[in-house]
């Protein structure tokens, strides 16, 4: 009640932010005609005299509403376009790390530009990061042009490039790229042993094109650089047809009891073996020879062959084609729950993938070890000034400032909306709703009302496709199986007459222009285009553009809710463009996953008892708000997950920031005699440590032993022994230095062969090397940690402060492995010439470009019968010396029992 009190009084939070921005509209608006007086020249001397500004002591805010009016003066000149005062709004709060929400249609990608222009100026580098390849380099060649003519360059980073493409880009004032380029380049330079393999200058100011899709809907999906291990697909093959054999069962909520092999739990999206599915999976691994006799899968030896069964089974019952992935090219390519996109590259992880091309019979690729990895989350929080923008954030606006402490600001549009958003129509059953959507696009086409129907899957839009093919409705098809002609279908949606079906990523980056895309159309006349055909051709377009004016505008017809609200309203957006008009509709039925999960049956049967028929359908608002609070749910759900991973990803997070950071210093410093020899004191201390115990008796010293082990780590000879005999006086500190000294003395004497400079960049060289190749095993064994520590809540214990206190222990051993590998190696290395650290330090530079290239999420995709240089490898077919023996045939030893319970046993 209170807060209801002071938002009338004072008005709500996005309303006083809104007026604080009003009053410095009327500030640039007051540059207008002083600018437009100007010379080109003279509006582009303004970059360098805002450069010199900043030099003297300016802040970026003193020069914002100059440099703002200056952009939208440029953008007149290149572009013929004039940012509306709205745009101007939307760029101040992205210039103060702000969330502009902005509808569609409202011209985000202008926008950007004031904030781009103005943080660039100050030479740090700007960031402008986007959801895939073609919109970066869109976006980058199309505002170039504006960047250019205030003399301020302009960089593109895509997949594919070479190391120097890269490098020139991040050199830019302003880079525009996708989210994973810049995550994975991150990783990578965080992987480089020497400087000038780097690419980035640091994370400094970035932009966030469709924020929400990046930093909500892929933020539970880490990125990580990986390498292939060994291949195990011949397991993947012979346990993907055993999980036919197995019933799924249900649970009796009242005896408490399930039956059949395995149950489901639909809003978990995971799948659970009863005991007899236990019992019944064992019995068929005996069969196939994966499991021994008497062996079970509980076994510590057999969890292996546990999270394979596992696998194989969610592959089989809960991932379906053309829902969750596509089979293109002989491999499976994941889909995008969120946006419907190929996620081309991305893997699902523990042994999942690979389960799924057994299932689908194609080539089954190595898993991979963890190179390096990054949640979005953690890569994104480390920027010194974040913003983003996007037609629908205010509904993660909560989670937006409690993770990335991003406040929404909802920007209000330039021209009043006149879209009708109608409400939603539920039928009982899919085969009804399908119906009453055909007969509506139908009636709709034959007025010549251009439609967009918007499907949750690539399996729905082939199916309505087909359903359109039969009542003789034509239209195109935009799902991620026609992703290279998505500018292209959209450019034409608009059109009189056009129906498209398009999944969840309809037009993401792309506004849907009514009568047309007009600039496509002039781009398809070509360079020889006269200025006669291009005014015929404008002419046409606005014709055909109020024809569809007058129609109605855009219709949006939605075959199904998504579990997320913003993703129904980023469909509803499609259409209302800049004040058109247009209207939107759900069809919807009771059989929808959203509905089936979260609408009970009882909720079926309730309309069939209230006398509802298959076909007629419930139009209400309470109907819509119910599904709205399903939607929430899941929400929550999903948002609980994401906070749950990042809790966790926060620990590692800290584990990487300190590594990253050393990494960094021992690279930029030009030797690290200072650091290995602390290393090399420490590391023979721990050594006399396990011999002769820090304030012991010297009867309790284990001399022999002691000598044994400095040879045996260092490879030096130490009389330890005859020191002690020859000196009775000789106590333990004294003998720790002779010890330590005569290890260094040793290891300068061997290294003597080089100079100074060539051993510092040697001993850098074997450290960078021995903390990268520790840091992956750190990150396997962390991972292992993360994968089975929610079993501890089962003994009564918190599994995140269980994961905190082991994870620190691992990280405290990490230290000391990587201390005590590089003190070992430089020890036992033995150097003849100058010429040895030169051929050493190429062999290590090809070996780590070899698996940078492995793993590169291109790279990841090849087959198992292809090496990371793409050559076919030798399948070295097995065959037989002998014929099979069955495992429940005679003994062909002669001993009469059956070969599993004899000589099989051996095997």
């Known amino acids: 009640m209170f807060v209801n009190i ?20 009327a500030q640039i608006n007051a540059y207008e005609p002083e600018l437009e007086a100007l010379s080109d020249e003279a509006l582009q001397a303004k970059t ?11 802040t970026l805010d003193d020069i914002l509403p100059e440099a703002f009016a200056v952009v939208r003066e440029a953008g007149k000149r290149v572009f013929g376009m004039r940012h509306y005062d709205v745009q101007m709004i939307g760029g101040m709060a992205l210039h103060d790390g702000r969330i502009s929400e902005m509808r569609t249609g409202e011209g985000k990608t202008l926008v950007a530009t004031l904030a781009a222009y103005l943080n660039g100026l100050n030479g740090s580098g700007v960031h402008v990061i986007t959801v895939n390849d073609y919109l970066a380099k869109r976006d980058a060649e199309w505002m170039g042009q504006l960047f250019e003519f205030l003399g301020l360059s302009t960089g593109v980073i895509v997949s594919g490039q070479s190391h120097q493409e890269k490098q020139l880009a991040y050199s830019m004032d302003i880079t525009y790229g996708t989210n994973n380029e810049f995550g994975f380049d991150y990783l990578r330079d965080n992987m480089a042993i020497y400087k000038e393999e780097k690419v980035m200058r640091g994370q400094s100011f970035a932009i966030i094109d469709e924020v929400d899709s990046i930093l909500i809907d892929e933020a539970r999906t880490p990125l990580i650089i990986s390498g292939p291990t060994d291949n195990k697909a011949e397991i993947y093959h012979k346990i993907n047809p055993l999980i036919a054999h197995l019933e799924q069962g249900e649970e009796d909520p009242v005896e408490k009891t399930t039956t059949g092999d395995y149950t489901i739990d639909e809003k978990a999206r995971q799948v659970f073996l009863t005991e007899e599915g236990h019992e019944k999976i064992e019995d068929m691994l005996m069969e196939t020879g994966l499991l021994q006799e008497d062996d079970s899968l509980y076994d510590s030896t057999n969890i292996g062959l546990m999270i394979h069964v596992n696998a194989a089974l969610r592959a089989n019952v809960l991932f379906e084609r053309n829902r969750d992935y596509i089979v293109e090219n002989g491999e499976v390519v994941i889909i995008d729950e969120h946006t419907g996109r190929k996620m081309i590259g991305r893997r699902w992880g523990e042994g999942l993938h690979q389960a799924v091309e057994a299932k689908e019979k194609v ?12 949640t979005f989350q953690n890569y994104f929080r480390q920027y010194t000034k974040l913003s983003g923008m996007t037609g629908t954030a205010d509904t993660e606006a909560g989670e937006f400032l409690s993770t990335y402490k991003l406040e929404v600001v909802v920007i209000p549009p330039n021209k009043v909306p006149a879209r009708q958003d109608l409400t939603d129509l539920v039928f009982l059953d899919m085969q009804s709703k399908f119906n009453a959507l055909v007969e509506d696009v139908k009636q709709t086409h034959t007025t010549g009302q251009p439609i967009l129907v918007g499907t949750a899957s690539i399996e729905s839009s082939e199916m309505l496709s087909s359903l359109f093919t039969r009542a003789g409705i034509k239209h195109e098809v935009l ?30 980056g792309t506004d849907i222009v009514l009568g047309g895309n007009l600039d496509a159309q002039i781009e398809e006349l070509g360079e020889q285009a006269t200025a006669d055909q291009i005014t015929k051709v404008k002419a046409d377009w606005q014709a055909r553009h109020q024809q569809v004016l007058d129609l109605g505008g855009l219709k949006v017809i939605g075959s199904e809710r998504h579990e997320s609200r913003r993703i129904d309203n980023q469909l509803r957006g499609r259409s209302g463009r800049q004040g058109d008009p247009g209207a939107t509709r759900f069809y919807l039925s009771l059989d929808d996953d959203l509905m089936r999960r979260f609408a009970s049956e009882r909720v079926k049967n309730m309309m069939r008892r209230l006398g509802m028929q298959e076909g007629e359908a419930i139009e209400h608002p309470m109907v819509s708000k119910s599904i709205e609070r399903a939607q929430k749910q899941v929400e929550r759900l999903h948002q609980d997950e994401r906070a749950n991973l990042l809790k966790f990803d926060d620990i590692a997070n800290e584990q990487r920031k300190v590594v990253y950071q050393q990494r960094n210093e021992l690279m930029e410093s030009e030797e690290v005699r200072e650091t290995i020899e602390l290393m090399r004191n420490d590391v023979v201390n721990d050594v006399i440590d396990q011999y002769i115990m820090p304030g012991s008796l010297d009867e309790q010293w284990r001399v022999p032993e002691l000598e044994t082990a400095l040879h045996e780590e260092f490879g030096v000879t130490v009389p330890v022994q005859a020191w002690l005999d020859e000196d009775k006086s000789l106590y ?5 230095d002779k010890i330590v000294a005569a290890v260094v003395d040793a290891y300068n004497q061997k290294m003597a062969v080089v100079d100074e400079k060539t051993l510092g960049h040697f001993e850098k060289e074997v450290l960078l090397r021995n903390i990268d190749k520790l840091w992956r095993e750190h990150l396997a064994e962390m ?17 995140f402060q269980e994961y905190r206190r082991e994870s620190a222990l691992l990280f405290q051993i990490f230290l000391s492995e990587v201390k005590r590998e590089t003190v070992k190696m430089l020890s036992w290395v033995q150097l003849q010439s100058q010429e040895d650290v030169a051929k050493f330090e190429s062999q290590q530079k090809e070996e780590a470009q070899q698996k940078l290239q492995a793993t590169h999420p291109d790279a990841d995709r090849k087959s198992s019968n292809t090496s990371a240089e793409g050559e076919v490898k030798d399948p070295n077919t097995f065959r ?23 000589c099989g046993k051996l095997d």
Do not use: W
Request: glycine share 8%; with cysteine; charged share 30%.
């Open 732 to 736: 333990e500190e004294p003998l720790r």
């Open 479 to 508: 799902n991620a199986k026609q992703h290279e002609r998505e500018a292209h279908i959209i450019a034409n949606a608009g059109m009189p007459n056009a129906v498209t079906i398009a999944t969840n990523m309809a037009g993401r």
């Open 783 to 799: 991972d292992y940690l993360r994968r089975g520590i929610h079993l501890r809540g089962f003994a009564q214990k918190d599994p």
């Open 880 to 902: 037989r010396d002998v014929p099979k023996v069955g495992r429940n045939d005679p003994c062909p030893c002669g001993s009469g029992k059956k070969y599993k319970q004899c």
């Open 363 to 374: 080539d089954i690729q190595h898993e991979s070890q963890t190179f390096a990895s990054i």
């Open 6 to 25: 002071f938002k009338k009084i004072f008005g709500s939070r996005n309303e006083r932010l809104l007026k604080q921005y009003q009053k410095r509209i």
């Open 48 to 58: 360098a005299a805002f450069k010199q500004a900043l030099t003297d002591g300016k």
